[in-house]
């Protein structure tokens, strides 16, 4: 029994029916996203919760940030040079690039925090 990927939930017929809305709800989706973290990291902060901003939160908006910055050009490619893909087939590829970004993410926050220091102390100098 293998997996079939014209399947997504018993919603495949109004997905498959336009594909288009699937890149606009995934960018809207990130975009909104990081808005909505920040407001909430926003709080926390007033709050006095940094570690909770720090530990978790943090590494969400960044995730997003890189998902919106590397998921968004093949996205369109597949898009536009295929026009056969379906919506279903393009949530499972923006569901699976999230997904590795995320677990990327999280395992390597700390070297990703302490390269974009570099950055900072290099322009002091």
Sequence with gaps: MAFNFEQFFGYESQINQNPDLVLIYGFATIVFGILGIILISFVLRKIGLTIVISNL????????????????????????????????????????????????????????KKWFYSFDKSQKL
């Design 57 to 112: 939160l943090n590494p969400i908006i960044l995730s997003l940030l890189i998902c919106a910055a590397i998921a968004v050009p093949p996205t369109i490619l597949f898009k536009l040079l295929t026009n056969d893909l379906s919506g279903v087939k393009l949530i499972y590829i923006w569901i699976s690039i999230l997904i590795g970004i995320h677990i990327f993410t999280f395992l390597n926050y700390a070297m990703i």
